[in-house]
């Protein structure tokens, strides 16, 4: 029967024409389900799936990322010196060596000389939350302002809630809370950061070697980024420009971070013992390092050195007249130096700096706000020599 279907021959078309034979399973699976979306569709949906899986992968491999991109940061600083090094003609590696060596000396150094100012100011933490504590309810008690009515506006609310509620509390009972002894809760504490001490150390020992196997390389992975770029000439001298372009903007901007910082943190001290403020010097370089976070992190530092003047001097005058010093500071850096510093191509509009900001300090943490500014600034680099990215270089710049 089967042999006698195939010999059958198909019927013909009108125009005596036999039909064409059908296909299966040839048609898009959009239109099998009766769908048929548009190209660009589809390319959208494409790639929101992959920056959504871009965003999920840098945010779970942080723990990894962040001190990679420090290191590389730091690599990028250390750059310049082993180069004059170079030119003394050290060897690369034995130049290498000897700048990383200087910074994990100079570290060491500073962080030991400046150990007694940050103890101190640790051990006077007590007596200072004491001091504020005061100054807050003698501040409270001479003033009747708008404050204290929302004070008692919200306390009569909560008697409301609680009469509307029928909440009751049972006479006589009391509440059993287990407490663990403190003997173990000492022990754990001291297990737990000791484990942390121990991990932090570990791979701070790492990273100092990932540096400086970095700054001995030298050119060796600019020229295998160039080789594996494609075999075209023209595609590799772009790949070479855009490396060269970001080594020069990223060290541009590790130079301008490094010397606004040490500005503010020089200036600061200098005017924070004039008037008198202990831990001036500790002071000053906590205000320099925040300094180097855009935005947030001179407001940061701001409200940080207005609590600990009234902490010392107890008066709001004083602390107005600290946080007035840091300001002047940060704002003779900010409309003096750093404009003269950068350079008019590396420069971010404030709208995508503030952006950016948030952006990475919701994936990063603190961290993320730290480096926000000189991923950004590799990512301006590389849009503005790809074509189809220009758009995205052109929202970035001013």
């Not at 020992?205 to 030298?218: K, R, W």
């Not at 704002?331 to 503030?354: D, S």
Request: charged residues 15%; aromatic residues 8%.
């Amino acid at each position: 029967m089967s042999a006698f279907l195939e010999s059958v021959p198909p019927p013909l078309l009108a125009n005596g024409t036999a039909p064409a034979p059908r296909s299966i399973d040839t048609a898009p699976a959009d239109d099998r389900f009766g769908l048929r979306l548009p190209s660009g569709v589809r390319e959208l949906a494409l790639t929101i799936i992959a920056a959504v899986l871009v965003l999920a992968a840098l945010r779970l491999a942080s723990d990894f990322l962040i001190p990679l991109v420090v290191t590389i940061l730091t690599a990028y600083a250390l750059n310049t010196p082993v180069r004059l090094l170079q030119r003394l003609r050290i060897p690369r590696a034995a130049a290498a060596l000897i700048v990383m060596l200087a910074l994990v000396g100079g570290v060491s150094a500073a962080g030991y000389r400046f150990s007694d100012q940050a103890a101190s100011a640790i051990t006077h933490l007590p007596e200072a939350t004491v001091k504020l504590r005061h100054a807050l309810r003698s501040l409270q008690a001479g003033t009747s302002g708008p404050m204290q009515a929302l004070q008692r506006a919200a306390a009569e609310l909560d008697e409301v809630a609680t009469d509307a509620t029928g909440s009751t509390t049972v006479r006589g009972a009391s509440r059993v809370q287990v407490v663990q002894p403190a003997a173990a809760n000492l022990r754990k504490s001291l297990w737990l950061g000791s484990m942390s001490l121990l991990g932090f150390s570990g791979q701070l020992v790492l990273l100092v070697l990932l540096a400086y196997f970095m700054l001995a390389s030298g050119d060796l992975f600019k020229q295998k980024l160039v080789r594996l770029s494609g075999s075209n000439l023209a595609t590799r001298r772009k790949t070479s420009l855009v490396i060269d372009d970001i080594n020069h903007a990223v060290s541009r901007f590790l130079l301008i971070m490094t010397v606004s910082g040490a500005f503010v943190a020089i200036a600061a001290a200098a005017a924070f013992s004039t008037i008198g403020l202990k831990q001036a010097v500790v002071w000053g370089i906590v205000g320099g390092l925040l300094n180097t976070v855009p935005y947030f992190g001179a407001a940061t530092a701001l409200c940080i050195l207005f609590v600990v003047a009234l902490l010392q001097f107890g008066t709001l005058q004083m602390a107005l007249l600290v946080a007035s010093l840091y300001l002047v500071c940060t704002a003779t850096e900010g409309l003096l130096l750093k404009p003269w510093l950068i350079g008019r191509g590396a420069r971010m509009n404030n709208v995508a700096v503030f952006l950016s900001l948030l952006f990475w300090g919701w994936l990063w943490g603190p961290w993320g706000m730290l480096l926000a500014f000189p991923v950004m600034m590799v990512i301006k680099v590389v849009a503005d020599h790809i074509e189809k990215l220009r758009p995205l270089g052109e929202l970035l710049g001013e």
